[in-house]
């Protein structure tokens, strides 16, 4: 059964940095390009940042400069480390592939981590 497992979320100041992580089960996330959205309160959800299977990165103007994704094959886990943190980073973050998992015709997220950064 698919599983993305989102974790590490948290309270943390501005200008402080957290790592979040996602664990994949029955994907193997080396494989698949990887993404990591952010939904802030009353907003859709955003990709923010991208790692394709060949290791390349991408990220969104907001996020560049000072998130970065990277990847355990080991630990078959996707992370998203988040420096200089702002309040308007303050979100749910959700990993998925790209395209986004299907199971039973929907797509599927996991239950996310919340992040929120304090002024």
């Known amino acids: 059964q698919v599983q993305l497992v989102e974790s590490g979320g948290g309270l943390v100041q501005a200008g402080g940095s957290l790592r979040v992580s996602c664990a994949a089960s029955d994907i193997i996330v080396s494989s698949n390009t990887m993404d990591w959205y952010q939904q802030a309160p009353g907003k859709q959800r955003e990709l923010v940042a991208r790692i394709t299977a060949g290791g390349s990165t991408t990220y969104a103007d907001s996020v560049k400069g000072r998130f970065t994704i990277s990847r355990d094959n080991a630990k078959n886990t996707v992370y998203l480390q988040m420096n200089s943190l702002k309040p308007e980073d303050t979100a749910v973050y959700y990993c998925?592939?790209?395209?986004?998992?299907?199971?039973?015709?929907?797509?599927?997220w996991g239950q996310g981590t919340q992040v929120t950064v304090s002024s």
């Open positions: 998925n592939t790209f395209p986004p998992l299907r199971v039973n015709g929907r797509t599927f």
